[in-house]
């Protein structure tokens, strides 16, 4: 579960920062209202939110190489790409690719527990 967690909070925090990278007025107002309205540029929020598909992508390659299957981590490779293309693009494929990213952190979640339980 701990895994999952992380993974889930590392593609939130990317989801957050393509928010502000778009626009987001919700978001921007937030980031306003906690004094850090520096991070409204998008010099510092580009390779954050960059930093934190990364992020997301490497925890499911931990987690697929621990139980084997490379399946999750692949649609979770495609996800980042896509959210991050996203943001040039059209902006709601950032908010599908990081849907399709939590899709994979979930299958991983399933996949890992399914091997646990498995004997061997």
């Known amino acids: 579960m701990k895994e999952l967690i992380k993974q889930c909070s590392s593609v939130a ?7 502000c990278c778009l ?8 980031l306003t ?11 510092i929020l580009i390779p954050l939110y960059l930093g934190l598909l990364a992020l997301s992508v490497w925890l499911l390659y931990s987690s697929a190489r621990s139980h084997g299957y490379f399946a ?7 996800g ?7 943001l040039w693009i059209l902006p709601a494929l950032v908010y599908a690719g990081l849907a ?3 899709g994979g952190s979930l299958w991983d ?11 061997r």
């Open 80 to 86: 980042a790409i896509v959210a991050f293309a996203g």
């Open 109 to 119: 979640f399933w996949n890992m527990r399914a091997a646990r339980t498995s004997p």
């Open 13 to 19: 925090g990317a989801g957050f920062a393509g928010a």
């Open 33 to 43: 209202a906690i004094g850090a309205g520096f991070l409204i540029n998008d010099a």
């Open 100 to 102: 399709v990213l939590i």
């Open 72 to 78: 999750p981590f692949w649609t979770g490779v495609g």
């Open 23 to 30: 626009g987001a007025t919700a978001a921007l107002s937030v």
